[in-house]
């Protein structure tokens, strides 16, 4: 049992941590979305980021533990999701640079399990994004890099009148611009490397 242990800690790498994080930060998008979430304050939702928090990360660790298993069953190989994936991920970082809307969602519900935590933060762009990076990243990895963006989700939702008042709508509105541009290059290398292995 312990060299398990042992051994699950020596499989940690950083810098896949690192770029697995900021790429579910990009897919995520806390900051652009504050606005949504002081709407919904403003509408009476009490917004509570423990809850919030805590059932995005379940999702995404459900889904991410759970995902590969679906893809078996219906006999979907990682590297034809991963195409897919990267090119829903692609129209995505559209939606964010050009400030269009290519997906319409019809949920409807008042509170933090629907819509903050799901479909908002624990979506199908964080599931596409979750199952394609198992291509080329541990699952080790990539659960401590959600637990990394849901503590860094958490304090945004904490902190959110104080960033609407503090950084205000144009410096949101350029970060979620430059988090576009990389979710864009991380979905076009996604694409185009998955297709060289297919071909």
Not at 43 to 69: E, H, M, R, Y
Not at 183 to 199: E, K, P, R, S, T
Request: proline share 3%.
């Amino acid at each position: 049992m312990w060299e398990q242990i042992v051994s699950l800690f020596q499989s940690l790498d950083l810098k896949q941590i690192v770029a697995a994080s900021f790429f579910l930060i990009a897919i995520i998008d806390p900051l652009g979305n504050i606005p949504v979430t002081i709407n919904m304050q403003r509408q009476g939702t009490k917004i509570n980021p423990w809850a919030v928090c805590g059932a995005s990360a379940l999702i995404l660790i459900a889904f991410l533990l759970l995902g590969d298993q679906l893809m078996t069953m219906f006999g979907i190989k990682i590297e034809y999701f991963a195409v897919a994936g990267g090119f829903i991920i692609f129209l995505m970082a559209l939606e964010m640079i050009l400030d269009i809307v290519i997906f319409k969602a019809d949920v409807e519900g008042n509170g933090n399990l629907v819509p903050l935590a799901f479909p908002m933060y624990a979506g199908p762009g964080a599931f596409t994004a979750l199952l394609a990076m198992t291509v080329d990243y541990s699952v080790i990895n990539l659960v401590v890099a959600v637990f990394v963006c849901i503590i860094i989700l958490f304090f945004v939702l904490l902190g959110t009148n104080w960033l609407m008042k503090y950084m205000g709508k144009n410096t949101l509105y350029i970060a979620r611009k430059f988090f576009g541009i990389i979710v864009l290059a991380i979905a076009c290398q996604l694409m185009f490397g998955n297709l060289a292995q297919i071909f």
